[in-house]
């Protein structure tokens, strides 16, 4: 059974940066993709960012891409969102999720296995 537990997350004022981790365990991933999602009060969960665990090509939402990057520790099974010049609308619940593909996809009824989730807050 897949594991993901979230780390990282806190609160933090605009501009600064914040590096959550996820632990993955229960199985290998090489043929999985392993993602990071958010999710605001009263909005949908949105994709923010996903790498093939095996080739780790990455890929991400235009929302975030040149603020965030997505990496992964194979031997330590983590995947990690490297979030730079945060904003007080990147405030949400972010989660991490495990998908069963070879290639990157966004949405989120794919991904089958999540974390708990961990808290930002971004202060203005």
């Known amino acids: 059974q897949v594991q993901l537990v979230e780390s990282g997350g806190g609160l933090v004022q605009a501009g600064d940066s914040l590096r959550l981790s996820c632990s993955a365990s229960?199985?290998?991933?090489?043929?999985?993709?392993l993602a990071w999602f958010r999710q605001a009060p009263g909005k949908a969960r949105e994709f923010l960012a996903g790498?093939?665990?095996?080739?780790?090509?990455?890929h991400y939402a235009e929302s975030v891409e040149g603020r965030f990057i997505i990496s992964r520790d194979n031997a330590k099974n983590t995947v990690y969102l490297q979030m730079n010049s945060l904003k007080p609308e990147d405030t949400a619940v972010y989660y991490c999720?495990?998908?069963?593909?070879?290639?990157?996809?966004?949405?989120?009824?794919?991904?089958?296995?999540w974390g708990q989730g961990t808290q930002v807050t971004v202060s203005s």
């Open positions: 229960g199985r290998t991933f090489d043929a999985y993709i």
């Open positions: 999720a495990a998908a069963p593909y070879r290639w990157i996809v966004t949405r989120t009824s794919l991904y089958r296995d």
């Open positions: 790498i093939a665990w095996s080739a780790g090509n990455t």
